[in-house]
């Protein structure tokens, strides 16, 4: 099979739109309407979903040859999912959105301060800005959260 490389231009393309259910829900629970119960549900179940990938990024990374902190990867890989999970099944939905962001940075600080080297040069400016919009939409989810919860 031939290698075919991740363009930015892709990659960005695909993480943009990645983002439109985080938009979409994180408005639809501002909605006085009755789904906003369901809203706040599905912003947190893709939140958890996107940190369970994201952590599946580090398991895929430290599985390629030679990359440092491979241990170290897979470990936070396996917690990110454990997480993620936890989030969806025991935390009320205030909680679960600060959870999620407080993950959300805390992934990011992690992979630019412990493993910059392993990923393409453009990763980290587009994990960055892709997260800073994550964190605006949790900011605008909790605030219809705890307006109707």
């Not at 993480?15 to 994180?26: D, Q, S, T």
């Not at 599905?42 to 895929?60: D, M, T």
């Not at 902190?69 to 396996?78: D, K, L, N, S, T």
């Not at 909790?142 to 919860?149: K, M, N, Q, S």
Request: proline share 5%; charged share 10%; glycine share 10%.
């Amino acid at each position: 099979m031939d290698s075919v490389k991740l363009s930015p231009r892709t990659a960005s393309l695909l993480g943009y739109a990645g983002i439109i259910p985080f938009v979409l829900a994180a408005v639809a629970i501002h909605g006085s309407w009755p789904g906003a119960a369901l809203s706040a549900r599905i912003f947190i179940s893709y939140g958890a979903v996107i940190l369970a990938f994201l952590g599946g990024i580090q398991w895929g990374l430290a599985l390629s040859p030679g990359v440092e902190r491979a241990a170290e990867r897979v470990v936070i890989g396996a917690l990110t999912s454990l997480l993620a999970w936890l989030v969806l099944f025991l935390l009320p939905p205030a909680a679960a959105t600060v959870v999620l962001a407080t993950a959300f940075v805390g992934l990011l600080l992690w992979e630019r301060r412990r493993c910059p080297v392993a990923t393409p040069a453009w990763y980290t400016g587009l994990r960055t800005r892709l997260t800073l919009v994550v964190l605006v939409c949790h900011g605008v989810a909790l605030a219809g959260i705890v307006t109707y919860y």
